[in-house]
């Protein structure tokens, strides 16, 4: 089955430092990732799309200088969180989309950021 | 914009049948699907509705009236592993754009 790794699983970080969040498709390949939020007991919440090989389109409210993506091949997705502040504490989480299995969305395990 | 309702909570009985239901107001539908969450991991497809009627896989099922903006999810024997958030998501589009429901917490208990 579609396998989507997420790399690092949990991350500690202070205020104000940047830290990056991989996204792969192992098995297969996503022009289209996903990036959502979860904030604990709440759904997921769509952050942002990520296209191989153009800019990403983000959702309402979600500032794209504070949440940088990056979809340099089509297997990889990146989301660095700029100048983190501990309100960006959350699960984050990708996904990529299957073409070949009707389009459906396969996720990652998830990052765990905290900001202290 | 998308409006997606289901149960907050859920509580059933080892070995029995849930049904968790899922309503939805949107446009541009483009197919509904239903993923399970453990508590600190990411969700796992389940299944994927884009016509009317049921699809059925082991011991979960998918049922999908498009005409009511209507679907449920339906387990059977249920197990202590069940106990999980269950989550609708409506695809809208091209693009594939998901978006979730507010999730049920099913607690499975003995």
């Known amino acids: 089955g579609a396998v989507v790794s997420q790399h690092p699983s949990w991350v500690i970080c202070k205020s104000g430092t940047s830290v990056k969040i991989e996204c792969r498709s192992l098995?297969?390949?996503?022009?289209?990732m996903f990036w959502y939020r979860q904030f604990p007991k709440q759904s997921l919440m769509l952050m942002a799309t990520?296209?191989?090989?153009?800019?990403?389109?983000?959702e309402q409210g979600v500032e794209k200088d504070k949440f940088l993506i990056n979809h340099a091949s089509l297997t990889l997705s990146t989301l660095t969180v700029t100048s983190a502040h501990p309100e960006d504490s959350s699960f984050y989480i990708c996904?990529?989309?299957?073409?070949?299995?009707?389009?459906?969305?396969?996720f990652g395990p998830g990052t765990r950021l905290t900001v202290l | 914009g998308q409006n997606i309702d289901q149960p907050t909570e859920m509580t059933a009985t080892e070995g029995a049948i849930v049904q968790i239901n899922c309503t939805y107001q949107?446009?541009?539908?483009?197919?509904l699907f239903w993923y399970q969450q453990h508590a600190g991991e990411a969700p796992t497809f389940l299944s994927y509705?884009?016509?009317?009627g049921l699809e059925e896989k082991g011991r979960f099922s998918s049922f999908l009236s498009r005409s009511k903006g209507y679907s449920y999810l339906l387990l059977k024997e249920l197990q202590m592993k069940d106990s999980a958030s269950y989550l609708c998501?409506?695809?809208?589009?091209?693009?594939?754009?998901?978006?979730f429901g507010t999730g049920t917490r099913l607690q499975v208990t003995l």
């Open positions: 509705n884009v016509l009317d």
């Open positions: 998501a409506v695809r809208t589009g091209t693009a594939s754009k998901l978006t």
């Open positions: 949107t446009s541009g539908f483009n197919g």
């Open positions: 990520s296209n191989e090989g153009s800019k990403a389109t983000y």
């Open positions: 996904s990529a989309r299957d073409l070949a299995s009707s389009s459906t969305q396969y």
């Open positions: 098995d297969f390949q996503a022009t289209t």
